[in-house]
């Protein structure tokens, strides 16, 4: 029977794993909770004609569904300049199947104070005709409330279970990925 040297190893990985989070643990910062959800405001074809209020530094993504394979994009006519910027826009087709309908996403951060208006357009590029449809969005943007605002310290250096601890789970997970135990 053949036979490793595991248990020595585990038990000096484990210490020097206990010794590096000693010594970067700051005891006067709170731990970090972990984030509970996504910071990005999803928005879809319901959103139309409306208006947002919405702070600054604020993420928000527009989804809207298309057809590329009919010729129909949609593009941006206005991205809601003063106030707001767009970051990215990608297709998404999810069905691999000739005509199926795909979802155009477009990120946004609202970059300053003011009010703007994003313009969507569902068309032909190559056409001169009008879009089949719009998406407008008017946009309200507003200073974040000072008293609102909270910073999370850095993360802790091996809090692999991000519950903003050093804990012996955190050490059994980590022993367990570089030896590769299950």
Do not use: H
């Not at 590329?68 to 300049?81: K, L, P």
């Not at 692999?160 to 059994?172: E, N, P, Q, R, S």
């Amino acid at each position: 029977m053949k036979t490793r040297p595991v248990p020595s190893l585990l038990i000096g990985m484990a210490a020097l794993l206990m010794a590096a989070a000693a010594a970067t643990a700051d005891p006067s910062q709170p731990a970090a909770a972990p984030p509970t959800q996504s910071t990005v405001l999803q928005l879809d074809e319901k959103a139309s004609g409306t208006t947002s209020d919405m702070v600054v530094g604020q993420l928000f993504e527009v989804a809207l569904v298309e057809n590329a394979s009919t010729g129909y994009r949609w593009e941006v006519q206005s991205e809601g300049a003063p106030p707001c910027k767009l970051i990215d826009d990608v297709s998404e087709y999810t069905v691999a199947m000739p005509g199926a309908p795909g979802v155009r996403r477009f990120l946004f951060r609202v970059k300053e104070e003011g009010t703007g208006t994003i313009t969507l357009a569902y068309r032909r590029p190559w056409e001169t005709a009008p879009p089949i449809q719009t998406f407008t969005l008017t946009l309200q943007a507003k200073a974040p409330a000072t008293e609102l605002l909270s910073f999370a310290p850095p993360a802790l250096v091996g809090d692999v279970d991000g519950d903003g601890k050093l804990t012996i789970t955190d050490v059994v997970l980590l022993l367990k990925a570089v030896v590769g135990l299950r």
